[in-house]
């Protein structure tokens, strides 16, 4: 599914000449794009109807479009009608009478004609359809429009978008649906206008009229442990593979220097710790806190041999020695690809090891905190930190993009949703660990609005209507997700591997995994799609024993059959301990979490 940008309509100077552009200021939802030499300033807020432009003093604009004006009228001094012949509609607002000129080869000009130096504004819509209503609704809310937004984390689980705002009246702005989940109609003046709407790949965007919106997501426990607790029954099963899978650590047989394949070796290491914490088997984990000092402390000494971190100052991040030297090695880390995904494995290692021994928690929580706050700073552009505000997070979207610095006609991209999710679950855990109160809040509150987003737009349900019926029909989970273009492909695999689209949506197995996957109906949609897959020759036993994990959310004794039935468990950071731990508490406790948090 493609979403295909028109230029319909396009503003530039009417001297011809073409100047550099200047971004005079940018904020969360918003940048301000100025063309001094021609005089414009456009105001680029996100989820704005209208697109704003400032003509200062003796300045002029032209509007030209690609197809043929087939009418033009000027309702009174402020206001202009544009109709082209493909059929839109378009509006035309100015702040005070103005000159314009109009030409048949598709050409409208309009100059500032005031000598007080006050601005021209002039705000241009397009009609979603020709009915007057909608048109009364551009009309009314004209005269006020946003110069900047910021989306502020004032408590846990909570975003609230403030605007600056000029103008007279109240801002009419537009939300995706995901932002209509999550608006609080109780704190805020706002209006859900639900019949004045755009269409969108996202969905339907719906006008909403407010200063400012709070948006309230759903309260996930962020537990080290299981949430229902391991059945007291399955404790030997586990501590054997726990035995099994303990024994086999060993730092120097990583052989790999790639950061990601190292930070998946030891999140897989750390789940131990935390699984025989839970079982009460705690002679086993002195054994993995060794292990995790070897794997870990190299690192944040630099003292790894074949890699280490980087800071690299042009934008601000970490990189890595071998994505320095290569773009392609470490999933294009060097290119600020995949951030949060790859760094969060390494963040739930430290986590867990910080928690089993505070000491070397402390003594290393100026590094710790360093790979964290690459994907999780907080601070604004004002701040002293050395890194970006949420570099992953798309704060109007709110979920994760993968792509970094990549430009790509489609925009940015997302795959793995479960790592995305890890990412900020591991945060929180550090929080935890370290006593940050601020870090728990805020690591919470992404985790539960990117697992919000995860069923948004990546969990394909058969009566959904968020894809066209032919691509709902085919799918229940979504491959990759760009910002105008959706594909059931992944990077790695052709849409007929669908247990490859299933494993990275829940990769890795975690206490938080049971909240993503919490509508257990449409856990069997996307198990029953899946499965026949499985029957394909070379398909290998690490995509079997995910399927059959999710089976295990409705169906425990059937996933538990086929899981023991596997020969291989030790891939893409998994182990038998931690399918027998997922599964075993699953089973029991009765399903408390039937429905979706949508």
Known sequence: MHQVFTPDLTISSSTGFHSSHVISSFSDLSVTLEFPSSNLTFFLVRGSPYVTVSLSQYGSLSITSIHSISYFSSNGSLKYTLTLDNGQKWLIYTSSPTKFSFSRDMDIAFSNISNDGVPLMLRIAMLSDSSSENEAVLDRYSSCYPLSGDALFTKAYC??????????????????????????????????????????????????????????????????????????????????????????????????????????????????ALIAEEVGFLDLISLVTKFLKETIQPWLDGAFKGNRFLYEKQWGGLITKLGSDDIEEDFEFGFYNYRHSLLGYFVYGIAVLAKIDPNWGNKYRSESYSLMEDFMNLGGKDSKSKYTRLRCFDLFMLHSWDSGLDDSADGRDQTDSGEAVNAYYSAALMGLAYDDANLVALGSTLVSLEIHAAQMWRHLKMDDSKCSDEFTKENRLMGILWSNKRESRTWFAPPVSKEHRLGIHVLPILPITEFLFSNVAFVKEVVEWTMPCLNRDGVEEKWKWLVYAMEGIYDNEAALKKIRELTSFDDEGNSLSNLLWWLHSRRGHGDHHQVSCI
């Not at 704190?187 to 639900?194: A, D, I, P, S």
């Not at 996930?220 to 099994?244: F, M």
């Open 159 to 272: 975003v609230e978008y403030k605007w600056q705002k000029k103008g007279l009246g109240t801002l009419l702005m537009l939300a995706h649906p995901l932002h209509l989940q999550l608006l609080s109609k109780d704190e805020g003046n706002v209006t859900v206008l639900k019949h004045f709407k755009y269409r969108s790949i996202d969905g339907d965007l719906v006008g909403v009229v407010g200063d400012s919106w709070l948006l309230e997501a759903e309260h996930v426990p962020v537990t080290w442990h299981s949430t229902r607790g391991v059945n007291k029954d399955s404790y030997d099963e586990i501590k054997q593979a726990l035995c099994r899978d303990v024994g086999a650590l060993c730092s120097s047989k990583i052989a790999t220097p790639s950061f990601y394949h190292y930070g998946k070796s030891i999140a897989r290491a750390a789940r131990f």
